[in-house]
């Protein structure tokens, strides 16, 4: 049974970073797309960055472009997301997603009902002074 698992949340001030780690184990990245979501308290779970395997291609939201930014390391079957100028409204539980049918960061990539196979348990993000 494969599964993913988060780590690299963590407590963090305005302005400050994190590196986020999504490692799937029991099945391979390879010739998939990967994709990062986060829900606050209250709110709808959102996407947040997307990442084929296939070609490198990449995908943001609006409210991360040029803070964050996907990365992947196959050898590792890892992809990460390095998150700089944290702010306030970033923080929540931030999950990584995968689907043996989600090969490309297609236009709906970033809703959560897109991805069924694979989901991690999530980690803490917490933007506070």
């Known amino acids: 049974q494969g599964q993913l698992v988060e780590s690299g949340g963590g407590l963090v001030q305005p302005g400050g970073s994190l590196r986020l780690s999504c490692v799937a184990s029991g099945f391979s990245l390879d010739y998939k797309a990967i994709g990062w979501f986060r829900q606050a308290p209250g709110k709808e779970r959102e996407g947040v960055s997307c990442?084929?395997?296939?070609?490198?291609?990449?995908a943001y939201a609006d409210s991360v472009k040029g803070r964050f930014t996907i990365s992947r390391d196959n050898a590792k079957n890892t992809v990460y997301l390095q998150m700089n100028s944290l702010e306030f409204d970033d923080t929540a539980v931030y999950y990584c997603?995968?689907?043996?049918?989600?090969?490309?960061?297609?236009?709906?990539?970033?809703?959560?009902?897109?991805?069924?196979?694979?989901w991690g348990q999530g980690t803490q993000v917490t933007v506070s002074s």
């Open positions: 990442i084929s395997n296939i070609d490198g291609s990449t």
């Open positions: 997603a995968a689907d043996h049918t989600v090969l490309w960061c297609d236009p709906a990539w970033d809703v959560a009902g897109t991805w069924h196979d694979y």
